[in-house]
Antibody, heavy 120, light 108 residues
């Protein structure tokens, strides 16, 4: 059974760095047919793809947020970490990690999401 | 910049209605398009990938079609569980993903 579980702070202050962890089970981060993405959703708004990481450590980022994002993984722990610097109120929302089926180029499993609020 | 658009943004319908949602890509994406359903407070759920292939256990009243830049999601007979927001999504291993702005299907 594939599961992804996000964890991290529910509240961050403006200008701080957000660090979120995605812990996966039911598949390996070394599986060449899979990748892990992060997606976010401001309250009442659309989904926004943020970043992905492949087993070989190849990474891609949303071009408009690239300067603020870092994605990394620890395969042995089954964890993918996303960092976003200089957080502002517009970054508030639910952050999801999700598994990518690389050969079909789609996201097939999602975590339940973690709500992050940016406020002083 | 690559973009996905969807229309309508909101669709009011009744149980039993046939519903069609359109998604347009700003450039040719061949058939690399997926559709997701999202209910309030829940994570998105994959319905269709590669334009027209139904994910396992997704009811057959959902179907997808299209190619190139224009795609549609059709629900042949709307059921109570189907009132939700639907997103199209183009993803590539090279450049990542872009979601459409979503279509909310609500009760007429």
């Amino acid at each position: 059974q594939v599961t992804l579980t996000e964890s991290g702070p529910a509240l961050v202050k403006p200008t701080e760095t957000l660090t979120l962890t995605c812990t996966v089970s039911g598949f390996s981060l070394s599986n060449a047919r899979m990748a892990v993405s992060w997606v976010r959703q401001p309250p009442g708004k659309a989904l926004e793809w943020l970043a992905h990481i492949f087993p070989g450590d190849t990474k891609s980022y949303n071009t408009s947020l690239q300067s603020r994002l870092t994605i990394s993984k620890d395969t042995s722990k089954g964890q993918v970490v996303l960092s976003m610097t200089n957080m502002g109120p517009e970054d508030s929302g639910t952050y999801y990690c999700a598994r990518v089926r690389r050969w079909l180029q789609c996201i097939d499993y999602w975590g339940q999401g973690t709500l992050v609020t940016v406020s002083s | 910049d690559f973009q996905m658009t969807q229309f309508p943004s909101t669709l009011s319908a009744s149980v039993g209605d046939r519903v069609t949602i359109t998604c347009r890509a700003s450039q040719n994406i061949n058939d690399w398009l997926a559709w997701y359903q999202q209910r309030p407070g829940r994570a998105p759920k994959l319905l269709i990938y590669r334009t027209s292939t139904l994910e396992e256990e997704v009811p057959s009243r959902f179907s997808g079609s299209g190619s190139g830049t224009e795609f549609t999601l059709t629900i042949s007979s709307l059921q109570p569980d189907d009132f939700a927001t639907y997103y199209c999504h183009h993803y590539t291993s090279h450049s990542g993903g872009t979601f459409g702005p979503g279509t909310k299907v609500d009760v007429k």
